[in-house]
């Protein structure tokens, strides 16, 4: 048994017993990890108040033989922002949710811990409608699972690529099309998301709302595919927002 610290964003929580709540963690240094909060549900617990979802925190767990205990709380950045907007907390849950059906307990994964504190904190600072679409994108390509989208999956042409084909793993060519159509312009953001040039995707996605919700639409539809589930809160708050 010891004692460890670790920075670590909340992924989601759920009760236990009378008035513990267990904490799903994604650790910068230990990957997703399982812990019990004890008496966090009670009104006066202020370890409880430090302890909600989306929080980036510094946490000290006392590592028993099965599950850890939560001992010391620090809140790092309650990304206030995030939470005092409905389109933003969408984005925010369905990224907390991806890193968590993404994950297995215990696996560090620094690649993809940078990738969501940094896609909180843009989204916490700014308005950036393409992030929830580029983050999907960026997991994938952490995962080892880029789609091929600078030629057709079928016949490897370079020209007139006009779709999208999760189960093909990428683009294909108008002879050989099928799947969801993709648009140029989706294409050409779709690059500038895998090599890097993220602020100029956004500044696309920004300006061009329709291209928003393609990109977001085939990332999520991809990443769906390779986790072979829904994801719930995406599909949940579209449906209201
Ligand atoms: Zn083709």
């Known amino acids: 048994m010891s004692s460890l610290q670790d920075i670590a964003v909340i992924l989601r929580t759920y009760r236990i ?3 513990d709540k267990i904490v799903v963690l994604f650790t910068k240094d230990h990957g997703k990890m399982r812990a ?3 008496g966090s549900r009670k009104t006066t617990s202020k370890l409880g ?3 909600e979802p989306l929080g980036l925190v510094n946490v000290i767990l006392w590592q028993g033989r099965n599950l850890a205990t939560i ?6 950045d309650n990304f206030a922002e995030v939470r005092h907007n409905l389109d933003k907390i969408m984005m925010a849950t369905t990224m907390l949710e991806i890193i968590d059906k993404s994950t297995l307990d215990n696996q560090e994964n620094d690649d993809l811990f940078q990738l969501l504190t940094k896609a909180l904190a843009t989204l916490d600072k700014n308005f950036s409608p393409g992030i929830l679409g580029a983050f ?3 997991t994938l390509m952490i995962e080892g699972l880029t789609p091929q989208i600078d030629n057709c999956c079928s016949c490897n042409t370079t020209e007139d690529l006009t779709a999208f084909n999760v189960t093909v793993g990428g683009v294909l060519c108008k002879n050989c099309q099928s ?5 140029q312009q989706a294409l050409d953001t779709l690059k500038l998301i895998f090599s890097g040039q993220l602020a100029k995707a956004l500044h696309m996605c920004s300006h061009v709302p329709e291209l928003r919700n393609e990109i977001e639409s085939l990332g999520i539809n991809t990443l769906e595919h390779h986790l072979g589930q829904k994801l719930k ?3 949940n708050l579209t449906t209201w927002v």
């Open 17 to 19: 017993g009378e008035a």
């Open 136 to 138: 999907c994108f960026r």
């Open 71 to 76: 001992t010391g709380v620090d809140v790092i």
């Open 233 to 235: 809160s995406h599909l």
């Open 179 to 183: 799947g969801q159509l993709i648009s």
């Open 36 to 38: 019990v909060a004890k």
């Open 49 to 51: 108040a430090r302890l």
